[in-house]
């Protein structure tokens, strides 16, 4: 694998595991993520509210 494609897969399980609503495993939370819409735009909403802090 390319280094793009480690980067993408470490930002993904940063922001899984930084969602604070569902209480899981990153792996429980994966498979919730892609069966859910409205949690995976939790996730995304609070990755990028976490990244926003650091700008």
């Known amino acids: ?22 209480r899981r ?3 429980q939370k994966s498979r919730r993520a892609a069966m859910n819409d409205l949690y995976m735009a939790s996730v995304l909403s609070a ?3 976490n990244y926003s802090s650091l700008l």
């Open 1 to 22: 694998m390319t280094w793009e494609v480690w980067r993408s897969l470490r930002i993904a399980l940063n922001a899984l595991g930084r969602e604070p609503s569902f």
């Open 47 to 49: 990755a990028l509210a």
């Open 25 to 27: 495993s990153i792996r």
